[in-house]
């Protein structure tokens, strides 16, 4: 078995983690320049093994593919003036050595570099679950910060889950309770690799978008699993969370990952934007810069990720 501290070190992984509060605005920018741009990444489930073909409609997941898509991703991103890049879940398939191999090329990114969870991201064995925050450089699973009228709320999906709590943890059976809840209901999302949030991150969901509000203060929340249009990657609580959304006014869209053919929709003027997965494919990659503005956020898409313009009401 790898000791876990020697990894760590090996890997040049064992550094502080620290807060991520927010990021500086120039104020000297020309009138017509965004306020400020961020890197998204979806999806990368890098992992030693031989590709599935078959996934993702058929378009294939290439998992060792990541290492040069990664690799060149983060040469282009280093070439622009980002706040930060964030990425959303599923930073390998499997395995505690993926780390290794995959987190010292997000450590070339100029740009601070920030990570949520996804369902993946936890298959490494129990013996080193203790060391994941720390190892991927998260102080929390779930956090919020800001600059420039935006702020980002980052949700840990994985909070209530069949995999995500340590063995025993009481969130396991109340998962498996939403699980059969949806399963009676006949709803596609009743599935065992997609989790939820509990009532005490609600609640400070809630709190946290209320004093964006009150500060001024547009909202993009980031999450794993996709909440809206309705689909078999869907979270456990996805309707609870789409509805917060639709009625939250300085709620402006929701991002996530894990649905690899990625997904776009509109509801009440807010925008539900599924990025597509990186490991998607053996030859393409998926990416984008998003320029915000006051009124509007434009995302830059590479190669599979498609443009968008994501107006502000």
Not at 134 to 162: K, P
Not at 222 to 251: C, M, Q, W
Not at 259 to 279: I, P, Q
Request: aromatic share 10%; net charge negative.
């Amino acid at each position: 078995m790898i000791d876990r501290r020697k990894f760590m070190l090996a890997s040049g992984l064992a550094a502080m983690v620290s807060p991520f509060a927010g990021f500086a605005i120039d104020p000297a920018r020309a009138a017509d320049a965004p306020l400020f741009r961020f890197g998204v990444i979806a999806d990368p489930q890098y992992a030693a093994k031989v590709p599935n073909p078959k996934s993702d409609g058929g378009l294939g997941r290439y998992y060792s593919n990541t290492l040069w898509k990664l690799s060149e991703a983060v040469e282009a991103l280093n070439k622009e003036d980002l706040a930060f890049v964030i990425t959303l879940g599923d930073i390998i398939e499997r395995d505690w050595e993926s780390y290794s191999h995959v987190l010292p090329i997000y450590g070339k990114l100029k740009a601070r570099s920030l990570y949520l969870l996804g369902n993946h991201d936890y298959e490494i064995g129990a013996d080193f679950r203790d060391a994941l925050l720390h190892t991927v450089g998260m102080e929390s699973t779930h956090y919020d910060f800001g600059n420039g009228g935006y702020r980002f709320v980052v949700l840990d999906g994985n909070d209530v889950s069949l995999f995500g709590p340590p063995d025993g943890d009481p969130r396991r059976q109340l998962a498996q309770t939403r699980i059969d809840a949806l399963k009676a209901k006949g709803a596609p999302n009743a599935q065992p690799w997609n989790g939820s949030i509990s009532d005490q991150q609600f609640a400070w969901l809630e709190e946290t978008v209320a004093k964006a509000k009150a500060a001024g203060e547009k909202v993009v929340l980031l999450g794993h699993y996709p909440i809206y249009p309705i689909g078999e990657d869907n979270a456990l609580d996805s309707e609870r969370l789409t509805d917060f959304v639709a009625k939250s006014p300085n709620v402006v869209a929701y991002f996530c990952g894990h649905h690899h053919l990625g997904n776009y929709a509109e509801l009440n003027g807010k925008h539900f934007l599924n990025f597509k997965g990186m490991v998607t494919t053996p030859t393409t990659t998926a990416y984008a810069v998003v320029e915000a503005y006051p009124d509007r956020l434009e995302v830059r898409g590479v190669d599979r990720e498609p443009s968008r313009t994501l107006k502000i009401a």
